[in-house]
């Protein structure tokens, strides 16, 4: 797996491409955290339409859920968009937003980028 983040206004853009793992997945999530613009972002778009292959399960998407929910605990609120087309991604990404949502996250699993933006905006 390899991945790119782009700041994306006031968030970032996680680009994921190939096999999905839980070490690679852990390097995004952590390179998100160390983003000179983490503490003032609002939102985070993951778009996983690049995959090959998802080599995670849920019990590694509900670890990641509450490492978000850790981090966010003194921080500002926080939109995660999860962009999906691979049926077994977007049911990992649905359980994440599930047991990610708090009073300070809000999650949900979009089939287009444009569709994400759209929720965030409208936050």
Known sequence: MTFEIIEDGE???FRIFGD???NKMMDATVRGW???AWERIRYQIWDFTGIDSVLIDNVSALAFADMEKTARKSSM???????????KM?????????????EKIRAK??????????WIDAA
């Open 11 to 13: 968030g970032l853009l």
């Open 20 to 22: 999905v793992t839980v």
């Open 34 to 36: 160390q983003h000179p």
């Open 77 to 87: 609120p926080m939109s995660i968009a999860s962009v999906v087309t691979d049926e």
């Open 90 to 102: 977007k049911k990992i990404c649905e359980r994440f937003g599930q047991h990610a949502r708090s």
């Open 109 to 118: 699993t979009f089939a287009s980028i444009s569709d994400a933006r759209r």
